[in-house]
């Protein structure tokens, strides 16, 4: 089974989207419900989903630009924010710092383990400070601070177990 994540930027916000394969099977999980359908890629290019519920969607899909995706279905061409988390956060952190404030979230490049949280709700720091060390694939990560600010969230907890994208921290203004 293949597992991707993918950060939609929409005007309702942003939104984790989790897209699980097994062959022709496929799972999606976005806001907190999950669908089944069945993929099938036609000899025209074209891509057919057969949700779990009988509906069937049938367009083309193609990459528009970094951190976005075309659609095209029924006649009519929509584009959609999308994006790898990793390249959604660069994207984002890139946005932020040209801005010269908002929230930035600090999160899970990979899945891993907690070993330790320097920091919580409240403190100062710098860019580059220690905010906690993820053991992942038997090495441990420091986690820092991408820019200076106050952590407005601390999700991380010691001895937990993450997934890659899951929400470390939230640094804000300071």
């Given at each position: 089974?293949?597992?991707?994540?993918?950060?939609?930027?929409?005007?309702?916000?942003?939104?984790?989207?989790?897209?699980?394969?097994?062959?022709?099977?496929?799972?999606?999980?976005?806001?907190?419900?999950?669908?089944?359908?069945?993929?099938?890629?036609?000899?025209?290019?074209?891509?057919?989903?057969?949700?779990?519920?009988?509906?069937?969607?049938?367009?083309?899909?193609?990459?528009?630009?970094?951190?976005?995706?075309?659609?095209?279905?029924?006649?009519?061409?929509?584009?959609?924010?999308?994006?790898?988390?990793?390249?959604?956060?660069?994207a984002h952190s890139a946005a932020v710092e040209a801005e010269?404030?908002?929230?930035?979230?600090?999160?899970?490049?990979?899945?891993?383990?907690?070993?330790?949280?320097?920091?919580?709700?409240?403190?100062?720091?710098?860019?580059?400070?220690l905010l906690l060390v993820l053991e992942a694939m038997k090495?441990?990560?420091?986690?820092?601070?991408?820019?200076?600010?106050?952590?407005?969230?601390?999700?991380?907890?010691?001895?937990?177990?993450?997934?890659?994208?899951?929400?470390?921290?939230?640094?804000?203004?300071?």
């Open positions: 089974m293949r597992r991707y994540r993918f950060v939609h930027r929409g005007a309702g916000g942003v939104e984790e989207i989790v897209v699980e394969r097994d062959g022709a099977l496929c799972a999606v999980t976005r806001a907190g419900g999950t669908i089944g359908a069945q993929l099938r890629e036609l000899p025209d290019g074209r891509v057919s989903l057969v949700l779990d519920d009988g509906r069937q969607l049938c367009g083309r899909v193609r990459a528009a630009g970094e951190g976005a995706v075309e659609v095209s279905a029924g006649g009519t061409r929509q584009r959609i924010a999308l994006a790898d988390p990793l390249h959604d956060r660069l010269g404030g908002g929230e930035e979230e600090v999160r899970a490049l990979m899945p891993g383990r907690v070993l330790e949280v320097a920091v919580s709700p409240g403190d100062a720091v710098e860019a580059g400070a090495m441990q990560n420091e986690i820092r601070a991408p820019r200076a600010g106050r952590l407005t969230r601390v999700e991380a907890r010691p001895g937990t177990a993450v997934e890659g994208g899951a929400l470390l921290a939230t640094i804000g203004a300071a």
